[in-house]
């Protein structure tokens, strides 16, 4: 029942730990490329289409890859040693798992999500990137109106 208990508080405290070490990014696929970056504008204008280039989103993992490794983890660290020993093997065992499955997840999601970033110059000569999922019947040269951060034909 101790070895139990002893693990249920290692798991805890893994996960506590490595959800402090979470990203929160509000926009994943910002650029900083001397555009505007017009995600967060909730309505921005008129403009027409200068380029349409294919980019790679952030590599963002859910967080599944670091459960997972981090309960293996502890429960192989909890097979080593015994007393106080094996509650110190077991908290090492989730932490370097955590950290392994994470990385795990990250080599297999390699690259990212595939967007476009849609680079429109404004009617009153701004230029602003945007980047989304797809560009359905977008094409350089199109007059187009970005609302809520997103581009559509005008």
């Known amino acids: 029942?101790?070895?139990?208990?002893?693990?249920?508080?290692?798991?805890?405290?893994?996960?506590?730990?490595?959800?402090?070490?979470?990203?929160?990014?509000?926009?994943?696929?910002?650029s900083?490329?001397?555009?505007?970056?017009?995600?967060?504008?909730?309505?921005?204008?008129?403009?027409?289409?200068?380029?349409?280039?294919?980019?790679?989103?952030?590599?963002?993992?859910?967080?599944?890859?670091?459960?997972?490794?981090?309960?293996v983890g502890a429960l192989a660290g909890n097979q080593v040693g015994s007393g106080s020993g094996r509650t110190a093997a077991t908290v090492a065992g989730g932490v370097a798992g955590a950290a392994i499955g994470n990385n795990v997840e990250r080599n297999r999601q390699a690259g990212g999500t595939e967007m476009y970033q849609i680079n429109v110059r404004m009617d009153n000569g701004e230029y602003r990137a945007v980047n989304q999922d797809s560009v359905y019947d977008l094409r350089v040269g199109n007059r187009v109106r970005i609302v809520d951060g997103r581009v559509y034909r005008y």
């Not at 002893?6 to 990203?23: H, I, N």
């Not at 900083?32 to 294919?54: D, F, P, R």
Request: charged share 5%; hydrophobic share 35%; with cysteine.
């Open 1 to 30: 029942m101790k070895a139990t208990r002893t693990l249920a508080v290692a798991v805890l405290a893994s996960t506590a730990l490595l959800t402090g070490c979470a990203s929160t990014s509000s926009n994943p696929y910002a």
């Open 32 to 71: 900083n490329n001397g555009y505007n970056s017009g995600y967060n504008n909730v309505s921005m204008g008129y403009g027409t289409i200068e380029s349409i280039q294919v980019v790679q989103g952030d590599n963002r993992t859910s967080g599944a890859g670091a459960i997972l490794g981090g309960v």
